[in-house]
C-alpha cells in the first residue's frame, strides 16, 4: 500500500540520523549539511545531466573495449599465455571453484556493466522534461548495483598478481589494462557529477494519483 | 525555539533511503510502499540488528579457515606447495615489493577482521542504548561500508594469478579452498554493512531529547 507523500516536499529526514529538516534551495556547487550530526544530505551539480551523459557514453566504449581484449600476458621460456577480464572468472569456473568465479564474474563484469547501462537509461530517459517510470525504477536498483562493482579492486588486485609473476616470468600487460585504468577514474567522474535527487523531482511516480496532491506549483516552473 | 529535534520516526513519517522522500504511511501501518520510487519503507531496516548479527557471525566463523587454509596452491616439477593468505604476504615481501606486500596485508587480513570488531561494537553500543560519541559511530559505519569492497583484492590476485600460471608442466597455479572462505568473508561482511540502519545509533538520544523537551 502506498503512503501518502507530504503537502510540503522541502521537508526531509537525515538518511543517518533521522533529523527532520527543511532542505533550502541549492545553487549550482552549494551542499546542504544535517543540523544534526553534519553529514551532509545533498550537492546541487551544475549541469550534471549533459556532463555525466557524456562521461557515460565515454564510459560504454571503454567497458566493451576493455572485455574485447586481452588484459594480461605472460612470456616464459619461449611459451605465452594471455587472460582476458572474463578469463580469469572462466578458469575457476572450469577448475571447480564455481561460487568464487560467479563472484569474480559479477563483480568485474556484470555489475560494472549493468551501473553504466543503467546509468546510460536514466540519463537518456532523464532528457525529456518529466522522465518516465522506468528511470525511476533503474535509479532505484543503481544503488544497489554500484555496491557491488568492483573494477578499481580488481585492476589493484590484477597489479598485485602481475608483480607477483613478474619474479619468474615476463608479464606484458595487456591493452585492456590500460583502458580499465582510465574508465576507473571516467567512473568516478560519473559518480561526482551526477545528481540522482535532480531527477527524482521530475520523475513521473509510482503511485501517480498522490502525485497530483503534492505541491502543483513545481510542476509549473519545471 | 527549543534545541530539541524532532525525528521523522517521532512524527510517524517514513523517510525513503532510496529516492529521500517522506511520507507518511496509512493509518496504523507500520509498512508501506514510497509513492515516488516505489521502495518497501519502513521505520527503520526491518530486524536490522538480528540480521546484522546473522552475518557477522557468519562471517568470523568463515574468517579462520580463510586464515588457516591455503588459498593458492603452485605446482612445479619439485612437486606441489601450498600458500595461505599470510604466506602469501611474505611471500611478497622484499627490499622493492613491501608496498604490495602492505597493501595485502591491509586489505586481505586487517580490513576484514577491522570490520567485524567495529560492526561487533557498533551493534553492542546500539543495543546498550548508548549516547555516547554518535557523530564518531555514525562515521565509523561510513568507513566499514566504504572500506569493506577492498577486502576482495586478494580473490582477484588469486584469481588472475591461477588463470594466468598455466605453464604445464613447467609451473602451475590453482585456487584452494582458502579462497572460497575468503571470498565468503568479504561478501558476508559486506552484507552485515547493509543490514545495519545507522539511524540506530541516533534513536536513543532523540527519544531523550523528547523526555527533556
Known sequence: ?222 | MSAAVSTALQQGLHSCRTCGLLSRPAHGEVEGRCPRCDEALAFRKPAALQRTWAFLIAAAVCYIPANVLPVLTTTTAAGAESDTILQGVILLWSPTGWPLSLIVLIASIMIPIGKIIALAFLLISVQQGSIKSNEQRVRLYGMVEFIGRWSMVDVFVDTYTASLVQLQPLMAVEPSAGLVFFAAVVVLTMLAAQSFDPRLIWDPESEQEVRHA
Open chain 1, 1 to 222: 500500500m502506498y503512503n501518502q507523500p507530504l503537502p510540503d516536499p522541502s521537508l526531509v529526514a537525515c538518511p543517518h540520523c533521522d533529523t527532520l529538516q527543511r532542505m533550502p534551495d541549492l545553487s549550482p556547487g552549494e551542499s546542504a549539511r544535517c543540523t544534526r550530526c553534519d553529514e551532509e544530505l545533498r550537492r546541487h551539480h551544475k549541469d550534471s545531466l549533459q556532463r555525466t551523459l557524456a562521461l557515460t557514453l565515454a564510459a560504454s566504449i571503454l567497458y566493451i573495449v576493455a572485455n574485447a581484449v586481452p588484459m594480461l600476458g605472460l612470456q616464459v621460456v619461449g611459451r605465452q599465455a594471455f587472460t582476458t577480464v572474463i578469463g580469469g572468472a572462466e578458469h575457476l569456473w572450469n577448475a571447480g571453484w564455481q561460487s568464487v568465479g560467479i563472484l569474480v564474474l559479477f563483480t568485474a563484469v556484470v555489475a560494472p556493466g549493468l551501473q553504466i547501462g543503467f546509468m546510460l537509461a536514466i540519463l537518456i530517459g532523464s532528457l525529456r522534461k518529466r522522465p518516465p517510470r522506468w528511470v525511476g525504477t533503474f535509479l532505484r536498483y543503481y544503488r544497489k548495483i554500484t555496491t557491488w562493482s568492483m573494477i578499481e579492486v580488481m585492476i589493484l588486485g590484477v597489479l598485485v598478481a602481475l608483480i607477483k609473476i613478474a619474479d619468474y616470468a615476463k608479464v606484458v600487460p595487456g591493452i585492456s589494462l590500460y583502458v580499465l585504468g582510465a574508465l576507473i577514474f571516467i567512473i568516478a567522474a560519473i559518480e561526482s557529477s551526477f545528481d540522482p535527487q535532480d531527477i527524482w523531482e521530475r520523475v513521473k511516480w509510482a503511485d501517480a494519483p498522490s502525485r497530483r496532491a503534492v505541491n502543483p506549483i513545481t510542476e509549473v516552473t519545471r
